[in-house]
């Protein structure tokens, strides 16, 4: 859009620039969390297809049967994760900025370092989030034990081991986790990608003199030594963040397992034979 108004030599509306980066974000995070659920639907259909232990077949069962509860569960945890993979995007821009400043010495104004400071803030932001979300992934869980306590006492009762349905809640919540956890790192970092060009210093020319001070300075002579040289345009392209990314899908993954195990503390007492009772 930018480009657009710049090739008619006119300038866009002051606020259609962050509309149109808010409104791209927003949208960017809404699809990734509601991709959730084809996801999970995909996962719930691979472990039909292919599990052969009971564990992955009841969480293939319950995958298909409510894919989009991924998507209601992760869904802050992906939104996190999507603003810290576009973070780490932005501070491999500033990195290459640096580059570029020490090759030729000219970069970012100001300095990069601030920048990058500025950016360890921005992963303590993320990381709070994160635990933010991880407690709400919690709750979540939690709660979606105690509403099918019913049906695991079912099951308890018929004759399903205990860790068997532990194994599967397991599966039932790292099959999509995972896959939307990929989808979020990439979508972030290409939103960093296409909201910063690589750093460039711009092609020059610069006119110098193969003589001496006094034939360079004589207006008879001084176009006879003199000479242009063109320097080429540099360019540092930002590199890929994967250690950064790494440990925000790790510490995600993570925060997913930690949750389910503190989960997993209630399905004994939600899977008590009583639970089978009526009035």
């Known amino acids: 859009m930018l480009r657009w108004y710049d090739d008619r030599h006119s300038e866009p509306p002051f606020l259609l620039p962050p509309l149109l980066l808010a409104g791209g974000g927003l949208a ?3 699809g ?6 084809w ?3 995909s996962a719930g259909r691979l472990l039909h297809r292919y599990a052969r232990r009971p564990a992955a077949l009841l969480a293939a069962s319950r995958l298909m049967t409510d894919p989009w509860a991924g998507s209601r569960t992760f869904a802050a945890l992906l939104a996190a994760v999507l603003f810290g993979a576009g973070a780490a995007g932005v501070r491999a821009n500033f990195v290459a900025a640096n580059e570029l400043s020490r090759r030729t010495g000219a970069g970012l104004a100001g300095g990069g370092d601030f920048y990058l400071r500025t950016m360890d803030l ?5 990381a709070v989030a994160m635990l933010i979300a991880a407690g709400g992934l919690m709750v979540a869980l939690v709660e979606g034990i105690a509403a099918r306590r019913r049906a695991y006492a079912a099951l308890v009762a018929t004759g399903v081991p205990r860790p068997t349905l532990s194994r599967s809640i397991v599966w039932q ?3 999509p986790a995972v896959p939307a956890l990929a989808l979020a790192l990439t979508v972030g970092l290409l939103l960093a990608r296409g909201l910063f060009r690589a750093p460039s210093s711009g092609a020059s020319s610069i006119e ?4 001496g001070e006094q034939l360079c300075t004589d207006p008879a002579t001084r176009e006879q030594y003199n000479r242009v040289v063109t320097v080429a345009e540099i360019t540092v392209p930002p590199g890929v963040p994967l250690e950064q990314l790494a440990w925000l899908g790790a510490g995600a993954v993570g925060a997913v397992l930690l949750t389910v195990a503190v989960g997993l503390l209630f399905l004994r007492a939600s899977t008590a034979v009583e639970e089978l009772r009526t009035a």
């Open 208 to 211: 110098i003199c193969d003589a």
């Open 39 to 41: 996801l999970s639907y």
């Open 32 to 37: 990734v969390v509601t991709g959730t659920g």
């Open 28 to 30: 960017a995070m809404v």
């Open 173 to 175: 919540s790292l099959a």
């Open 122 to 126: 921005v992963d303590l932001a993320v």
